[in-house]
């Protein structure tokens, strides 16, 4: 096994047991990044050890999970969120280092379409939509919509649409985004919603359409150091990841950066 897949392996061990950072991840930063960062953050942890040849170790979960892991003492020096509110109460509980918040990233969410559903399905989305007849007895897939960034935005969308009242019993919640776009991906849900960004990283879906931007509070990534992480070499990541490098990286995999 090589070294990147075991440190790998020995922080989820630790994540599990929350007994504290091990050894062999000593001068590793930890990153508890949203699940739909994981393409571009693997490719920016891989550029940052190109660079300084120093390990940034990032760990994927729905923000909700991430920061209840936080709370309970789980091991990691940056925290970048889906959502604004998760982050807050990290705030709140005084876990963040003083002044390092800030805004990272900007997404959008749509409607997917996989393998499961009829071919040459097309639907735009507003209030005229009848998306629970398009589902049949079939499901949507989203992330938890009471905890999850993408499921909160999701369906506050819908909700907005005046959507949500007839698809809310056909609704297949996952953990996760990246949780929602495998049963998208897979076929074993029609349709799905998720982030941009999700959907450009599995060639298996295809976006349908895009919710209004008016429809679900801005989607924005905060990220943070956290107080108990706080150190050189964390502040050496965290401004790795708001450098140019990071940030066109982040572009290529479709996110916007907050600020532009």
Known sequence: MSRRPLRAALL????????GVSALQAGTVTVFAAA???NAM???AEAYHAETGNEMLPSFAG??????????????????SANPGWMDTLEDDGLLAEASRTDLLLNTIVLIAGPGAEDG?????G??????????DERLAMALVDAVPAGIYGKAALTALGLWDSVADKVAQADNVRAALRLVGS?????????ATDAAADEAVRVLDTFPADSHPAIVYPAAILRDGDGDETRAAFAFLTSEAAREIFKRHGFGIAGE
Do not use: C, M, N, W
């Open 36 to 38: 739909s960062l994981k």
């Open 63 to 80: 923000s909700s999970k991430l920061a209840r892991q936080i709370q309970q003492g789980a091991p990691a020096q940056i925290y970048i």
């Open 42 to 44: 693997d490719e920016v």
């Open 12 to 19: 989820s061990l630790s994540l599990t047991l929350f007994g």
């Open 127 to 136: 209030p005229e939509l009848d998306l629970a007849a398009t589902l049949g």
């Open 187 to 195: 076929g074993e849900a029609p349709l799905g919603i998720v982030y």
């Open 121 to 125: 399905l097309k639907l735009s989305i």
